[in-house]
């Protein structure tokens, strides 16, 4: 008992990392949970008396059961990959929990894990664990079945997909005026206003899940996705302002009850991309009690 005792408290230590890993990894919460709970028993039952670097060991352990789960995910996917949106964290405008710090620390916005979602398994798992974790490489290629040239290719080649990754480069409260500018303009029905705050190449992907596919789309262009915003309006939903993964963003509601997450990304002071989630299923998921709202 005492051991297992010294190992859940060692385990804990490396929670926050293994669970940072796991999401960027994954883009779920839910799976980013199992993926550390299943590392927790693995070490529970695991001889570690030789294992000199637990949390490499645990990072490495995580990474796997990670890539497997990429893996399975892609073998069986039901949803267009170019709608489907990673699961966003949500935070009061006052400030990002403690625990979710981690979580999007380097900027880890929803655009950046939708780029992620592009890449192949081991491209996913080479750039995050190499950039983000500063793994090394020769501790990345077995856990791919890769040489460490090979390894260090992957991560080179996701890299390049990632630089087209619109990221914001203005502070939070220069990035909210333009957003509660957008509101404004939405909710006068101001098109004109709207198309001032829109990039003209603005991206708006929707995601309704897989139980309302035919909600589920991509917009592009700062006409379209101005007209949207004014049909949107006109529907009279209240909403809550937020922070998405550390961004501007909004709960929308219906009779009180959550019906979509947006998250804004801002760039060259102009909006460039929209991402909505009106997954019914993963909204519940998420905990929104920090703004007052029931999930």
Known sequence: MQEQDWLAERFEQYRPRLRAVSYRMLGSLSEADDA??????RLSGADTSEVDDLGAWLTTVVARICLNALRSR???REEPIDTHLPDPIVSAVGGVDPEDEVLIADSVGLALLIVLDTLAPAERLAVVLHDVFDVPFEQIAPIIDRSEPATRQLASRARRRLRATPTPDTSVAEQWELVEAFLAAARDGDFEALLRVLDPDVVLRADAGA????LSRIERGARVVASGAVTFNKLGYAYRLALVNGAPGVVTLVEGEPFAVLGFTVARGKIVEMNILSDATRLRRLDLSLLGVSS
Do not use: D, I, K, T
């Open 36 to 41: 550390v709970q299943e590392a927790w028993l």
């Open 74 to 76: 892609a073998s069986r």
């Open 211 to 214: 139980g309302a596919p035919g």
